[in-house]
């Protein structure tokens, strides 16, 4: 079994700064690609960033420029700092991330999610 576990979410005003942080665990053999998405209100999922083994990184449209998407492959563990926030940025932001596992092929694993909630 494979676990991601996120935190950092919370309440921030707009302007200010949050860092999340995703911890992969279980039975890991790789831990591929790992990605931020969130999900407001109403809205569909959509992707924040993603981050490579090797550190390479994609970012979606409402993050480049103010979101960092890092890993620590040692740690099993991904994050996102956020900066300048904005009050769109509210929603779920959930952690992503392709593991293949001992003896099994590999898939995409989602964790709980944790609240983001900027205010104006």
């Known amino acids: 079994q494979v676990q991601l576990v996120e935190s950092g979410g919370g309440l921030v005003q707009a302007g200010g700064s949050l860092r999340l942080s995703c911890v992969a665990s279980g039975n890991i053999y790789k831990l591929n690609t790992m990605s931020w998405y969130r999900q407001a209100p109403g809205k569909q999922r959509e992707l924040v960033a993603q981050?490579?083994?090797?550190?390479?990184?994609v970012y979606g449209d409402s993050a480049k420029g103010r979101f960092t998407c890092t890993r620590d492959n040692a740690k099993n563990t991904m994050y996102l700092q956020m900066n300048n926030m904005k009050p769109e940025d509210t929603a779920v932001y959930y952690c992503k991330a392709n593991v293949e596992p001992y003896s099994t092929g590999a898939r995409d694993y989602w964790g709980q999610g944790t609240q983001v909630t900027v205010s104006s």
């Open positions: 981050v490579s083994p090797g550190g390479n990184t």
